[in-house]
């Protein structure tokens, strides 16, 4: 059987690099999927209002090359949480979206919409990046990672599966 590679393209999220260069370099090594963060801090910048043109752009062009991008619906988003000392407000990293009941419909809202959006180009959705490393994900005092990423995950499924529900 073949062997099916794949490979990571984070910070586009961060708007750190350019993903248009590595297109051809992609196709030229076989690699048949792509991991990408999606962004919630980028992409609801303001309450309610979703801009996912960045990201439209780079799943279209993995598509049209025949890689298949799959999304790790990471970071929380500094719009429905305060930045902690060490946070990195832009990105929303280590802001564990959990934390208020608005930052949970928040979240809820953002996956229906990523997901439904993505869901004729994205079989596999990714819970969070690195949960159990605190540089990705700060839990509330008093609780444990493993519990607070546990109820994540089973949150951010049942509302993936909502819309997908092959996901």
Request: charged share 25%; net charge neutral.
């Amino acid at each position: 059987s073949a062997c099916r590679l794949g490979v990571g393209m984070e910070c586009l999220d961060r708007d750190l690099w350019k993903h248009g260069p590595a297109m051809p370099h992609l196709k030229e090594l076989g690699i048949t999927r792509t991991r990408l963060q999606s962004g919630w801090a980028r992409t609801e910048k303001v309450k309610g209002v979703y801009d996912f043109a960045w990201l439209d752009e780079i799943v279209d062009d993995l598509v049209k090359i025949g890689v298949e991008p799959w999304i790790s619906l990471s970071y929380g988003n500094p719009i429905y949480a305060v930045a902690a000392d060490g946070e990195q407000s832009y990105t929303g990293q280590k802001m564990f979206p959990l934390n208020s009941a608005e930052g949970t419909e928040a979240w809820k809202a953002y996956v229906r919409a990523i997901v439904s959006r993505y869901q004729d180009r994205v079989r596999v959705w990714e819970v969070w990046n690195e949960p159990d490393c605190v540089h990705f994900l700060k839990v509330p005092k008093g609780s444990s990672w493993a519990a607070e990423y546990a109820r994540l995950a089973r949150l951010t499924a049942a509302e993936a599966r909502a819309v997908q529900p092959s996901a």
